[in-house]
Nanobody
Framework: QVQLVESGGGLVQAGGSLRLSCAAS????????MGWYRQGPGKQRELVAT???????NYGNSVKGRFTISRDNAKNTVYLQMSSLKPEDTAVYYC?????????????WGQGTQVTVSS
């Protein structure tokens, strides 16, 4: 059973920084794309950033230039460095991974971690 475990959320003042981590646990799989999505109060879930297994990145327009996604393939872990945080970044942040086993391709989501940015 593959699980994604997120950490690093919390409360921060506007202009501050936070670093989120998401580690995939289990065995018998490899990981293609990994990414972060978020869902703010009363909003739909939206893309924050994705990163391929080779390191190619893609960012949502609202976070470009402020957030950086990275990954450590040896640790099956993806990171999101968030800087210059704004109150509108307040959301539950979800990790996602596209996984490959011998028999199937599937997507897995983490449980979410709350990020709250105070003004």
């Amino acid at each position: 059973q593959v699980q994604l475990v997120e950490s690093g959320g919390g409360l921060v003042q506007a202009g501050g920084s936070l670093r989120l981590s998401c580690a995939a646990s289990g065995s018998g799989f490899s990981i293609n794309d990994m990414g972060w999505y978020r869902q703010g109060p009363g909003k739909q879930r939206e893309l924050v950033a994705t990163i391929s297994s080779s390191g190619s990145t893609n960012y949502g327009n609202s976070v470009k230039g402020r957030f950086t996604i990275s990954r450590d393939n040896a640790k099956n872990t993806v990171y999101l460095q968030m800087s210059s945080l704004k109150p509108e970044d307040t959301a539950v942040y979800y990790c996602n991974a596209d996984l490959v086993t011998r028999y199937q391709l599937f997507s897995r989501w983490g449980q979410g971690t709350q990020v709250t940015v105070s003004s």
